[in-house]
């Protein structure tokens, strides 16, 4: 009978199966986990990224107005809450996010997608591949541009390494978001990811005239 398995096949099989279930509901078990790949850096790119992650100055983001601060604290706070429950930690996480975005020139709005994406708001997230954290960032990035010892479950630290490393793919795919997210998850060329990105930053993250419109015009959703 080629079709029965043994009793080890099939304890082996429910094992499998089980291990899958667990996979997907334990809180560290990431949503679509980066893998971002190791690539050779120039003495000043590496300087230059080391002295990035280094800064230690107050995570205290700029507005335009402390009524902007209070409405946009406020409304993503609210979206941020079937994530996280602790209000005020809410606030201090979109505090840091705010900040790192606007310290690396990326839109706060894109870090929160990406994040969403990467590891669903799980501060201790760790993919496959090893990555690490909210941002999904893999430990050579440490040894890399670091100072060899930074923990990336620290929030501040996983923001500042995800939205550096951020900064640099777009510069080195001079400004396609596209492609700089695609190498951001290590899967650069194909749409899924940046397509998921896009999704989340309409669906979720969206605030007044940001520039998800400007991504639509890349043609960031157009493939599939």
């Given at each position: 009978m080629c079709c029965r398995g043994s009793g080890a096949s099939r304890g082996a099989s429910r094992l499998r199966a089980a291990g899958l279930a667990l996979a997907l509901v334990l809180p560290g078990a990431p949503s679509v986990a980066g893998d971002q790949r190791y690539e050779p850096l120039s003495a000043s790119v590496r300087a230059s990224l080391h002295s990035a992650v280094s800064d230690h100055a107050s995570p205290e983001?700029?507005?335009?107005?402390?009524?902007?601060?209070?409405?946009?604290l406020g409304a993503m706070s609210a979206r941020l809450a079937r994530y996280l429950d602790d209000e005020q930690y809410r606030v201090e996480f979109l505090k840091t996010v705010f900040y790192e975005a606007q310290r690396a020139g990326l839109d706060?709005?894109?870090?929160?997608?990406?994040?969403?994406?990467?590891?669903a708001f799980?501060?201790?997230?760790?993919?496959?591949?090893?990555?690490?954290?909210?941002?999904?960032?893999?430990?050579?990035?440490?040894?890399?541009?670091?100072?060899?010892?930074?923990?990336?479950?620290?929030?501040?630290?996983?923001?500042?390494?995800?939205?550096?490393?951020?900064?640099?793919?777009?510069?080195?795919e001079k400004g396609s978001l596209f492609r700089a997210l695609g190498r951001y998850n290590g899967s650069l060329g194909k749409a899924r990811y940046p397509n998921l990105v896009l999704r989340a930053w309409?669906?979720?993250?969206?605030?007044?005239?940001?520039?998800?419109?400007a991504g639509d015009r890349q043609g960031l959703g157009a493939a599939n």
């Amino acid at each position: 009978m080629c079709c029965r398995g043994s009793g080890a096949s099939r304890g082996a099989s429910r094992l499998r199966a089980a291990g899958l279930a667990l996979a997907l509901v334990l809180p560290g078990a990431p949503s679509v986990a980066g893998d971002q790949r190791y690539e050779p850096l120039s003495a000043s790119v590496r300087a230059s990224l080391h002295s990035a992650v280094s800064d230690h100055a107050s995570p205290e983001p700029v507005f335009a107005s402390e009524i902007e601060k209070d409405r946009w604290l406020g409304a993503m706070s609210a979206r941020l809450a079937r994530y996280l429950d602790d209000e005020q930690y809410r606030v201090e996480f979109l505090k840091t996010v705010f900040y790192e975005a606007q310290r690396a020139g990326l839109d706060p709005q894109l870090v929160l997608s990406v994040i969403q994406v990467e590891s669903a708001f799980r501060k201790y997230a760790v993919s496959s591949a090893k990555a690490r954290g909210y941002m999904q960032v893999m430990p050579f990035w440490v040894k890399l541009i670091g100072d060899g010892d930074d923990n990336l479950f620290h929030l501040r630290t996983n923001l500042r390494y995800g939205c550096t490393i951020l900064r640099h793919y777009l510069d080195i795919e001079k400004g396609s978001l596209f492609r700089a997210l695609g190498r951001y998850n290590g899967s650069l060329g194909k749409a899924r990811y940046p397509n998921l990105v896009l999704r989340a930053w309409r669906r979720n993250w969206y605030w007044g005239d940001d520039t998800v419109a400007a991504g639509d015009r890349q043609g960031l959703g157009a493939a599939n």
